[in-house]
């Protein structure tokens, strides 16, 4: 197969599929979704704001089932979003375990000021700005909502989810910022506030992460999942999933012993799969996973596709997230290519709709076609092969 050349047109009518964005973050982009180029959008809810954002999002422009399930179906402009419901950790903070507080579905002002000190490091002390902060939600009945949004779109995934050690929480708004801030912006973000020195612990992060795990597990769908300056809390967690459910690995020496077998004309034992072995077992972890703007190293790709993994993984790649170097040999370029061609995404992460996010895409796509060799007709019909794969869990 030929490399594609920079100069090369690009083949939007093969399907570009973009696997982690955030357009209902900007609610007035949402009109430009029917006019863009790529075909859907995997849209990720992140916080208690955008859940319905989202889901009328999908009511609107969502990929419905009958047409899901056809690999060659085309879809018409008003079929553009998978939708994905989750809680991202930069709003860890704001759930709790309700388990801890007797069940309960609200704190009171005192059990608000503990449940912040017990997760924020180092521990806030004054307690007037404890009291700002956001009033926690209760993680379960977050996952009850989760789930009831889960049965009404067959198709939605869980996302954005994972764990992140760099992000601080932000300063609550003050009453001058908050007459000034943009109304079409979904609350519940940054908006360029400042940063407080307090950080989630990695611990509460997990608490958070692995509930949404299992639900997806449960529910056999796919799940987007974040990490920054986390990787090896984030390979550990989702190995931590998925204990005592890895797939059955053949040694060398049992694999020579059966084909012995067979050349005698003898019938070999054959053990039960882990997988037999479970078919009917709830699995506390999702079937599919993507490792969205993946920034990990390239040798850490391989852990993630042992034959133990009892889930196929998925890597992601943005042009606006990853750092990619000028001269095609940095850190992303090397993890790219050691991901099989099978298992790797395009993604635009970018928080608006429109032509912004198509050129996005198209850039990445571009990047990726030259570092694997492909013909961006090559190039751009693999990864939509994958993105098939890993939503909808067959191309």
Known sequence: MAASGDNDAFPWHLGIFDAHCHPTDNLNSLRKIPGMRAKVLTVMATRSQDQSLVAEAADEFGVVQTDAIHADTDWSQEQKIVPAFGWHPWFSHQLYDESQYEGRLSLSQSEKAHHYRRILAPAPKDETWLQTLPDPSPLGRFLQETETFLEKYPVALIGEVGLDRSFRIPEPWGPAEAEKRDASVTAGGRESRK?????????????????????????????????????????????????????????????????????????????????????????????????????????????????????????????????????????????????????????????????????????????????????????????????????????
């Open 195 to 395: 940063l407080s020195p307090f950080r989630v612990s990695i611990d509460h992060q997990k608490e958070i992460l692995l509930a949404q795990l299992r639900l997806a597990g449960r529910l056999q769908r796919a799940a987007s999942v974040h990490g920054v300056q986390a990787h090896g809390h984030v390979y550990d967690t989702l190995a931590e999933s998925w204990k005592g459910h890895e797939n059955q690995v053949t040694s060398q020496r049992e694999r020579k012993r059966t084909a012995s077998a067979i050349s005698r004309n003898a019938q070999p034992v054959e053990e039960e799969s882990q997988s037999d072995k479970e078919s009917n077992v709830e699995r506390p972890f999702p079937p599919r996973l993507c490792l969205h703007s993946y920034s990990g190293s390239a040798d850490a790709v391989s852990r993630y596709l042992a034959p133990a993994v009892p889930c196929d993984v998925f890597f992601s790649f943005s042009s606006a997230v990853n750092s990619w170097a000028d001269d095609g040999s940095g850190k992303v370029e090397a993890s790219v290519k050691a991901v099989p061609d099978g298992n790797i995404l395009v993604e635009s992460d970018l928080d608006t709709a429109g032509e912004n996010m198509d050129a996005a895409l198209e850039e990445v796509v571009r990047k990726i076609c030259k570092l694997k060799g492909w013909s961006l007709d090559d190039g751009v019909s693999q990864l939509g092969h994958n993105w098939r794969r890993f939503v909808f869990g067959h191309s």
